[in-house]
């Protein structure tokens, strides 16, 4: 079993930044597909950003040049956000799958954190 705890998520004006953090524990693998999914009030979630074990980086087009994703161990993931807008206002949840590739739907990942909210003012 993988816990995930997310943290760094809050309130900041439009232009603003925010880092992410996501903390793992119990049975991981540096192979694990490591990642962030968002969703929005009304809309479906959407992965944001990912580590797949082929060493590929992934960003959606909605954030590319803008959120930066990186880890420095197996269990430690951080998600930069620079330059939020107002539609970048979601919940946040740090997501892993011992597969690790990047599934065509969200909603595959095995294990979620319980989210953080990101909230960007106009």
């Known amino acids: 079993q993988v816990r995930l705890e997310e943290s760094g998520g809050g309130l900041v004006q439009a232009g603003g930044s925010l880092r992410l953090s996501c903390a793992a524990s119990?049975?991981?693998?540096?192979?694990?597909?490591m990642g962030w999914i968002r969703q929005a009030p009304g809309k479906e979630r959407e992965l944001v950003a990912g580590l797949p074990r082929n060493g590929d980086t992934y960003y959606s087009d909605s954030v590319k040049g803008r959120f930066t994703i990186s880890r420095d161990n197996s269990r430690r993931m951080y998600l930069q956000m620079n330059s939020l807008k107002p539609e970048d206002t979601a919940v946040y949840y740090c997501v892993r799958d011992p597969s690790g590739i990047i599934y065509d739907a969200p909603n595959r990942y095995h294990y979620w954190g319980q989210g953080t909210q990101v909230t960007v003012s106009s």
């Open positions: 119990g049975r991981t693998f540096s192979s694990d597909f």
